[in-house]
């Protein structure tokens, strides 16, 4: 079945720990992206990429990193930098100009 | 800045009801605008795609519209169901661009 995975869906990181979540998509969409929600708020930006090997910053990029090394993934590292990094992580796809598709997201929570 | 509201936050209604929910966004220049569904801790369901020439979209007891002059987006949902308990994203594909921005949504509560 096409789709998009996201994993782990649990994640729990000590404070000053580096982590990634995984996102693969097996739809042949050329743009990806990561959004971060948190209770209350929307869906926000985190980086996008439109094409292999190259990605953009979103709105709330300090403290995140990504790769798009294959078409098929865009893993994102959440650093220690970032300051509260606990929050609801969800990956998108969407082929040009296209619908947007979501994964099932990954919570992310800082013991 | 692109800004995009939905109002209300929350609704409840009794099972059967037609209902309309709301979006807005401030600039008129998008390329798309998209509704989802969200269930709790879960990510989000496409509904419908409205592209920046069309008027509406139809699927089964969904229908979407959009008036990209004003501004403004609705979800009409015909007899709804307790099923359709969820949260109601709108977004907007910014024109010449790949970013979508997000409404906050609306909780909807459908009572049996």
């Known amino acids: 079945d096409g789709g998009i995975t996201q994993s782990p869906k649990y994640l729990f990181r000590k404070e000053g720990q580096n982590v990634t979540l995984s996102c693969e998509q097996n739809l042949n969409h050329d743009a990806m992206y990561w959004y971060r929600q948190d209770p209350g708020q929307g869906l926000r930006l985190i980086y996008y990429s439109q094409i292999v090997n190259d990605f953009q910053k979103g709105d709330i990029a300090e403290g995140y990193s990504v790769s798009r090394e294959k078409k098929e993934s865009f893993p994102l590292t959440v650093t220690s930098a970032q300051k509260n990094p606990t929050a609801f992580y969800l990956c998108a796809s969407s082929p040009d100009g296209g619908e947007l598709f979501f994964g099932e997201g990954s919570r992310l929570t800082v013991l | 800045k692109q800004e995009v509201t939905q109002i209300p936050a929350a609704l409840s209604v009794p099972e059967g009801e037609n209902l309309v929910l709301n979006c807005s966004f401030t600039?008129?220049?998008?390329?798309?605008l998209q509704w989802f569904r969200q269930d709790p801790g879960k990510g989000l369901t496409s509904l419908l795609l409205?592209?920046?020439?069309?008027r509406e979209q139809t699927s089964g007891r969904l229908n979407a519209s959009l008036d990209k002059s004003s501004g403004r987006s609705t979800l009409y949902i015909a007899a709804s169901q307790p099923g359709d308990s969820a949260t109601y994203l709108c977004?907007?594909?910014?024109?010449?661009?790949?970013?979508?921005?997000f409404g906050t949504g609306t909780r909807l509560k459908v009572l049996a």
């Open positions: 600039d008129s220049a998008i390329y798309n």
């Open positions: 409205i592209q920046s020439s069309q």
């Open positions: 977004a907007v594909r910014l024109a010449g661009t790949y970013k979508y921005i």
